[in-house]
DNA sequence: TCTGGGGTCCTAGGACCC
DNA sequence: TCTGGGGTCCTAGGACCC
């Protein structure tokens, strides 16, 4: 039987701008951005949401709702400061910790009772350690599972603590929304919805078989979270356990979308270099750059390319994303927003070899494969790279394993 | 009403290999 | 000439979370 709490703090964003600025307490804030800006809400007060405001809603919707909120700008080196903060009270409290973002935690308790005392009690010694060590407020949820102690935090909010007690996680979650199960947002609550389900137990009623055929994997997961198991991609692996990024991207919305080359070529140079950057301070090399594009309708496109080795220079990266930049963007039509994104993240240095032996293992593989192909369509069905110019010459030296793949086999 | 930025995970099709 | 199945990698898009 394991205990986990969920550690989430109460209003974080805002409540640490109150820290630096006192005279915000108990007013409707807004932390995101001027009210005017392109931009949404990152957070808002409990006295801010009397007003409907709540976090992702437009800037400007918030201002209309309430004219006479405090809008702030977010500052994320004090949200990080924070945010080391309350890792630290937590680390005292046991070793088995993880930050699942800046403001929520995982604690994995099991078999501590002789040290800490029951759960109960030492959620409110923590309650109030974290309150004096840290002068944030923040709500605890117990569970024998990760899903369950994090949807009981969110019931005890704000500032409180629940214990979901073992056995009785489905009844617990029986009469909440199905919006509540961490993973079900606007689009499946609404699939939900259209067959009638609205509530967990309505979930948790239903058959394993139907619930497969109609939503999948997914469908599977979300069984086993109504009965209140941790199921599906979130809570896989051990509480403490961190692990190296996958994926680090850097993006930018212009105040005004624009059509401006030189601006949007540099947008993109500047956006590679901070990608390149944390690539360097994450001792990683990507092997994928992905470009995004926002038009002003808001459509938006992703583009990626694949290099024959990683990287992590920012020349390197800006150059496919110029590239596909340049391939891909609709001539004229307005910006609204860029993205650099790199994926296929390796670690550590010494690729040059591998590199090299890489390349000319390619090679090998490249002839072969004309040979394969001279076998069977004749001796000048192919011809090497020297007799070829232009930009088909520079196609052939990017991936001269991708040739045999460009002989269509039905045609001949 | 006008929609940020940084992530993770999943799906689905096609290429390619065995 | 037509016909397989499984595994992996790549790309594009989308749901979701804070």
């Known amino acids: 039987m394991k205990t986990y709490f969920h550690v989430d703090m109460d209003a974080f964003f805002v409540s640490v701008e109150e820290l630096f600025d006192p005279s915000l307490r108990g007013k409707p804030v807004v932390v995101g951005g001027q009210?005017?800006?392109?931009?949404?809400?990152?957070?808002?007060?409990?006295?801010?949401r009397k007003f409907g405001i709540h976090s992702a809603m437009p800037l400007r919707t918030a201002y209309r709702q309430c004219p006479h909120a405090i809008f702030v700008d977010g500052h994320p080196e004090r949200y990080r400061d924070y945010s080391r903060k309350?890792?630290?009270?937590?680390?005292?409290?046991?070793?088995?910790?993880?930050?699942?973002?800046?403001?929520?935690?995982?604690?994995?308790?099991?078999?501590?009772?002789?040290?800490?005392?029951?759960?109960l009690a030492a959620a409110h010694r923590l309650h109030e350690t974290m309150k004096r060590e840290t002068s944030l407020n923040c709500s605890i949820g117990i569970a024998t599972s990760r899903m369950v102690a994090k949807v009981s935090s969110d019931q005890a909010k704000p500032n409180g603590v629940l214990w979901v007690l073992p056995g009785q996680e489905a009844r617990f979650l029986a009469p909440l929304d199905v919006r509540k199960i961490p993973g079900v947002g606007k689009v499946t609550e609404k699939n939900l919805q259209a067959r009638g389900i609205r509530k967990v137990g309505d979930l948790a009623a239903l058959d394993e078989d139907f619930l497969r055929e109609h939503f999948g994997q997914w469908g599977l997961a979300l069984a086993g979270k109504s009965r209140g198991?941790?199921?599906?991609?979130?809570?896989?692996?051990?509480?403490?356990?961190?692990?190296?990024?996958?994926?680090?991207?850097?993006?930018?919305?212009?105040?005004?979308?624009?059509?401006?080359?030189?601006?949007?070529?540099?947008?993109?140079?500047?956006?590679s270099e901070m990608v390149g950057r944390r690539l360097r301070e994450h001792a990683l090399y990507a092997r994928t750059v992905q470009l995004k594009l926002r038009y002003s309708d808001?459509?938006?496109?992703?583009?990626?390319?694949?290099?024959?080795?990683?990287?992590?220079?920012?020349?390197?990266?800006f150059h496919q994303a110029r590239a596909l930049f340049r391939e891909n963007r609709k001539a004229k039509s307005k910006v609204r927003l860029l993205g650099v994104h790199a994926s296929g993240l390796e670690a550590g240095e010494g690729q040059l070899n591998l590199l090299a032996?890489?390349?000319?293992?390619?090679?090998?593989?490249?002839?072969?494969?004309?040979?394969?192909?001279?076998?069977?369509?004749?001796?000048?069905?192919?011809?090497?790279?020297?007799?070829?110019?232009?930009?088909?010459?520079?196609?052939?030296?990017?991936?001269?394993?991708?040739?045999?793949?460009k002989t269509p086999r039905k045609d001949s």
């Open 35 to 48: 009210a005017d800006q392109r931009g949404v809400v990152s957070a808002a007060s409990y006295a801010a």
């Open 86 to 119: 309350v890792y630290k009270v937590l680390q005292s409290f046991s070793p088995q910790v993880e930050m699942a973002s800046v403001d929520e935690a995982y604690m994995d308790l099991t078999g501590t009772e002789k040290l800490h005392g029951p759960p």
């Open 298 to 317: 808001f459509t938006t496109i992703t583009r990626a390319r694949s290099l024959d080795h990683a990287t992590q220079l920012d020349t390197e990266i």
């Open 229 to 271: 198991l941790d199921a599906g991609g979130w809570f896989d692996g051990e509480v403490g356990e961190d692990s190296d990024p996958k994926s680090i991207s850097h993006e930018f919305t212009f105040n005004e979308d624009t059509a401006d080359v030189d601006l949007l070529e540099s947008t993109l140079a500047r956006l």
């Open 357 to 405: 032996e890489d390349s000319t293992n390619r090679w090998r593989k490249a002839l072969s494969a004309v040979d394969r192909i001279r076998d069977k369509f004749g001796e000048d069905s192919v011809s090497l790279a020297t007799g070829l110019r232009g930009r088909f010459r520079e196609r052939v030296h990017e991936n001269p394993a991708g040739l045999p793949g």
